[in-house]
């Protein structure tokens, strides 16, 4: 009898949450308190110990360096309101924005400055659990003849330097930043429950204004299922980084937002085996691939199509003449397939890193469009431990899908990689003129002249067919329909400031 | 003896379905790897079952991927009954050390679960390849009926009419080839339909998890690994395909209920 009367009260407690769940299911009204979804727990909390590219996407807007990225890949001035360079670019002088407040209400200065810069270089005494950034090695001094200025000297001049100073300026000497995070960004740390959700709130002292949203919640959810569950029962208003066909599931209540990747999908040819060591034979694969095709196939339309190792988000370096360069000709791919002796085609074989469907899917693709021209293709699914020890660092591969990123924002990061004697230039590509351009655009010191310089390696790429070059992926954000000011960043970041509700 | 309707429903499923599949071999409505068709169409009298997320026409791919399946589980099982009955037949016969030893490392064998012993032996082979999915289903396979066969032939071993015939010459082979073996049919043809749905089952599983046929071929397996990520837009393509599947399994399990029914074996 007991057991009956507990099993009631359970079943309608049991009732009584699902009725709660059926109800938060209407869409919230428009309010300061926003729910973002993230699918993994943050690593640490300490700006300067955070690995996971998921914790710095988060804590990007409680944290702030002397520069931001800007959405359009930009440096914008932050902490530093403005700086000038030497004229040989070994001195840096930055003038800091007065009275900017910690989110514990000191002032940010000079001293703060340097204190976060020593903390990130690599000395003898540096915790292991520091993220050194190497390029800090550089620095061979730093002065502060006053509380407002900054001055670095550099061992030698670099052009990439100031890109690194959006590292994290924390109060010096504050040492709890691992359980209570102190930034200077436009929201403050609140509560952290582990595998749970983090809680931030504005900073209504912010340096640019407060944020419309009062308290944001990024809710941990792990499981991809869940995903959907969260976003179509109301907990959840945003969730960045969905799948194609999760995207495809979501209800009217919901817009997709489409930003990058940020990486180059391409198939990418082994230069150095036959029959890809004859231009034509490459030349003759661009010209087969149809990549608007391959997207609208695979991808359902999102992503944008491109022609050389460079995306759009690097702005000025993209060269989008190159996107077209081989337009979808099936009679010209043939003419040169018979010209390099293969008329009746070839078989090869791509191999592709099974754990991720986006590029099996891709190679599927491509299969059905070469053989349009006879040649036949076999995917190859390896793991992805495999593909990185044969085809990437063991260059044993005939062709590969996949996608490549960059590892700073910088054009170098991409290109450099194809030169004759790069380590990590697994394609094997070798041409004397692009190893010219690289070593050329290198020792360049006009900016405008090393852009020229980058677009045309660019173009060398596309004119000699290094790879087939497809895409830049689209990065799926589900957002409800009455929140709006999403940005996206060239770099992997969710910028909560300028999101709104609108009623 | 009453009319058998297990055996008959089962011959006529099986055979409609085999029919299907080795048709698909020779001709299907559409190319099954052309991406032609618009995606996501439901089912209509142009695609009988729809069409997938690449708009290929699942109907072509069902008849191929059904080949292709139930292929591999025929090899799986002539491995694996191959191999299983030999060595069987041999330790049960003979007995002693080796027969121990062989039925000592079945058992330890059996004590992983099958798939995992399987992913295995591929990731040894390598993977990619469906004669290394057949060689590692096929290992998986032989201690099944590799038990099956001794504890028969264990049996007969000590009966009278194997004593009988070897009192008036008959060789070992002899024996275990024209005398035991015709009497282990009941325990082993059902052994055989028994192991032949779980062959169709393993190569589902181990094509589920991307090891098994690579795509663009289809295999059941393979293709309802991709329906499941689109069951909401797509639910035809689960269904259709996972009913072809379900449907043979049953047919090759009415086989085996009626070859009991008729070789006068315990009914399950």
Redesign the interface.
Known sequence: MKKTFLALVLSAAMFCALLSGCGSGEPPAAGPELSVGIAQDLDSLDPHKMVAAGTKEIMFNVFEGLVKPSPSGDLLPALAENWTVSDDRLTYTFNLRPDVKFHNGSIVTSADAVYSLERLSATADTPADIVTVDAFSNIASMETPDEMTLILRLKEPSNEFLSYLTAAVIPAGYEEQETMPVGTGPFRFVSRTAQESVVLERFDDYWGGPAAIKTVTCRVIENADGILMSLQSGAVDLFAHLTI?QA??LTDDFRIEQGAMNLVQALYLNNAVEPFNDLRVRQALCYAVDKQAVID??F?GFGFPIGSSMYPAFGKYFDETLIDYYPHDIQRAKELLAEAGYPDGFSMTITVP?NY?PH??T???L??QLKEIGVNA?????EWETWLNDAYIGRNFESTVIGVDASTMTARALLERFTSSAGNNFINYNHEDYDRLFTEAQSCTDDDEQTALYRAMERNLTENAANVYIQDMADLLAVRNNLTGVRFYPIYVLDLYGLRWES | MRRNYYLFAGLLLTGVLAAFALLGVFWTPYDG???GAE?FLPPSPAHLFGTD???RDIFSRVMEGAGTSFLIALCTIAIGAGGGILLGAVTGYFGGLADEALIRVGDALTAFPSILLALVVISLLG??KPVNLVLSLGLVFIPSFARVTRAAYAEAREANYVKSVRLMGASHARVMLVHILPNTMPVLLSALTIGFNNAVLAEASMSYL??GV???DASLGYMLSEAQ??F??APWYALSTGGVMISFLFGVGLIGEGLRFREGGPAL
């Open positions: 066909t495809q599931q196939l695979a359902d099974s469907q099996l899917d190679a599927q693709v299969v059905e076999e995917i190859l699914p390896v | 790897a052309a991406m995606k997320n690449f708009g993977p990619g991307g090891i690579t795509p663009p990520s689109v909401g837009r």
